[in-house]
């Protein structure tokens, strides 16, 4: 499945934010990503899971070069896009495309669905002879399970799916080998939810497309990822193959992520296995030293504010950042002196 | 949510306008014709002067025979033709000044809302020290320096208007520039040149027309302005301001001298509101994304 060579390659990858100073507020610097490195291979999907906020968004804009990073490397083919001469960088951006999480805003609402597929001819002339537009317009809307007679209308005589579908056709008008889906069937309803990630698994199929899947849905993403990286304040805590995240997280927060997730029969229980972290998610502005996790980790000690974590396998089969990685859940009653943890 | 009126009858649509957007349509279009076909409708040619005729009350019968229907004034001029003469001498400087400093401000806002940074820094600045001076100073400063003449009564005019248009713009493009569709332009690779073309100049284009409509009766009423103090166009030129200031001495003994131009401005300035108005509430907040 995965080829020796990744496609995408993120090595050490920093995004900040700078901040104008305010009143009662000094300048600074927000590292939303703080040194990312993450692979994905060629016809491969990789969930990026994480709590909101947690800087998935802003890895998905800079992949596809909305925001420059400040640090680090993105590779796509085993070349540096922060190194390409522009011309040859606007030929490869057409490799690397994006899907939005609101199909409501993503589309641009003056244009007919078939302007919006034929933009990307426009803007990349020769990909497609202008004789064959109307055909090749027909050809991808029934590729993501529209009809050829929703070409002329705009975006806003369309459902919320069928818009999305809108978007994945026009991503796919550029041929791409990656596409950067962010969040991008959060704002679907469940049913029109399953239907987007059947037509994903079936474009992957049949196009051998590559996807990076940004979800905060951990069903979703085991549905239809083959790896699984977890993200939390900026850095990747674990990453691994999706039985290896979903049946042996070794992180302190991915056990906490995966058992917060509703199940199937959390009625038939009062009592529920969920972990429950208390305190917020520390602003990135200024993040704890150390791990960044340990003001909320029961396993915490002071080796975790003295030295920060670098993931590694630590007898868990993948990489893990975490100097405590323990396989077991966590105990069932109270935390032993902390009190961090609190079970119901 | 979102009603689509593109199906709407032209005739419809106008059916469904209320009374006062009728009256100030007719107001302004009865204008705009009477501006235009001035020259062929006027019993006189405005600048003949005719002495025995002087300051006639409206409906006096001149030497002549003919009807002066809004009178004369002191040099024996019928105010009809003056009236109409001023009209387009008014219709022209306001159009071409919001059209100039229209564009001026497009290009400007544009530049500063879509790339921000210095461009924005630079152009809203001095935006903002212009504002802050009032604007019919600014007029007539230009207008003095630059001497009479119908071009630079527009020049000095558009100098003034552009930061409005100006303001207007950079605020949409700024609204526009960081939504998704237009991100999603610049992952498919597109230029700035066709950003801005394809999708932040058609966001930008209503709030600018609304302002370009009210714009235009309130330069109307800057060029009176400047004519009234003898800064506008050449004496040889009609104009309402000049006829105003004519009559200003004759107020007690020849009233409709200075009242008949001073009146059509108010007509036409107020039309021109109302229309600005309605076109204000038409443009769908829908159709602004």
């Known amino acids: 499945m ?20 305010g009143i009662g507020r000094p300048g600074g610097e927000v590292r939303a990503v703080a040194g ?59 490799d690397i495309q994006i899907v ?123 549905h239809l990822c083959d790896r699984v990286a977890v993200m939390y304040l900026g850095k990747i805590v674990e990453t691994g193959s999706k039985e290896e995240i979903y049946r042996s997280p070794a ?26 972290l208390t305190g917020d998610v520390p602003s990135p502005l200024s993040p704890p030293t150390g791990c960044r996790f340990r003001t909320r980790c029961w396993r915490a000690q002071d080796r975790c504010r003295d030295e920060e974590p670098a993931p590694a396998e630590r007898d868990t089969g993948h990489p893990v950042a975490c100097h405590f990685p323990g396989a077991l859940p966590p105990p069932t009653t109270t935390a032993p002196d902390s009190g961090r943890l609190t079970k119901e | 949510m979102t009603v689509n009126v593109r199906g709407a009858t032209l005739a419809g649509r106008l059916a469904g306008l209320p009374l006062r957007a009728h009256l100030a349509l007719g107001t302004v279009l009865l204008f705009v014709l009477a501006g235009l076909l001035g020259p062929l409708l006027a019993p006189y040619d405005a600048a003949r002067t005719s002495p025995v005729d002087r300051l006639l009350p409206p409906g006096t019968r001149l030497s002549d025979g003919a009807m002066a229907w ?43 809302g879509y790339f921000g940074g210095w461009a924005d820094g630079i152009i809203s600045r001095v935006g ?54 237009v991100d999603s332009a610049r992952v498919m690779g597109a230029s700035h040149a066709r950003i801005l073309a394809g999708y932040i100049l058609p966001s930008c284009l209503p709030p600018l027309m609304v302002a370009a409509t009210v714009q235009v009766g309130l330069t109307m009423v800057a060029e009176a302005s400047l004519s009234f103090l003898g800064l506008g166009v050449p004496a040889s030129q009609a104009s309402w301001g000049s006829t105003i200031a004519e009559g200003r001495d004759y107020l007690a003994s020849a009233w409709w001298i200075a009242a008949v131009p001073g009146a059509a401005l108010a007509l036409v300035v107020v039309s021109i509101g109302v229309l600005g108005d309605l076109l204000r509430d038409v443009s769908d907040p829908m159709t602004e994304l």
Not at chain 2, 83 to 107: E, F, I, N, P
């Open chain 2, 128 to 181: 903002d020290i212009q504002l802050a001076f009032p604007s019919l100073l600014l007029a007539i400063l230009l207008a003095g320096v630059l001497g009479p003449s119908m071009v630079n009564v527009i020049i000095a005019l558009a100098v003034t208007r552009w930061v409005i248009f100006a303001r207007v713009v950079r605020g949409s493009a700024l609204a526009v520039r960081d939504r998704e569709f």
């Open chain 1, 36 to 94: 990312v490195s993450l692979t994905v291979h060629a016809g491969e999907t990789v969930g990026l899971v994480g709590e909101s906020g947690c800087g998935k968004s802003t890895i998905a804009r800079t992949i596809v070069g909305l925001v420059r990073p400040s640090g680090g490397k993105v590779l796509f083919d085993g070349r540096d896009l922060g190194a390409l001469p522009a011309k040859e960088l606007r030929r490869l951006r057409r």
């Open chain 1, 251 to 276: 992180h302190p927060y991915t056990q906490a992520l995966l058992s917060a997730a509703p199940s199937l029969d959390d009625w038939r229980t009062d009592e529920s296995d969920e972990i429950v």
């Open chain 2, 70 to 112: 809004l009178g004369t004034d002191q040099v024996g001029q019928d105010i009809l033709a003056e009236v109409l003469a001023g009209m387009r001498t008014s219709l022209t400087v306001a159009l071409v000044t919001v059209v100039v400093g229209g564009s001026a401000g497009l290009l400007l806002g544009l530049l500063a």
């Open chain 1, 100 to 222: 939005f999480q609101d199909p409501y805003a993503s589309l641009n609402p003056r244009m007919t669905v078939a302007n919006l597929i034929k933009e990307a001819w426009r803007i990349h002339p020769g990909l497609v002879p202008r004789e064959r537009w109307d055909d090749e317009v027909d050809a991808l809307l029934e590729r993501v399970g529209l009809r050829s007679e929703h070409a002329g209308r705009y975006p806003h005589q369309f459902s919320g799916g069928q818009r999305q579908r809108i978007s994945i056709a026009r991503a796919l008008a550029v041929r791409p080998r990656l596409i950067v889906c962010d969040e991008a069937v959060s704002a679907l309803d469940v049913s029109v939810r399953a239907q987007i990630l059947n037509l994903l698994q079936e474009l992957q199929r049949d196009l051998g497309v590559s996807y990076l899947f940004i979800s905060h849905d951990l069903g979703v993403v085991r």
């Open chain 1, 2 to 21: 995965a080829g020796t060579e990744p496609l995408l390659e993120l090595s050490d990858l920093v995004t900040s934010y700078r901040l104008r100073p």
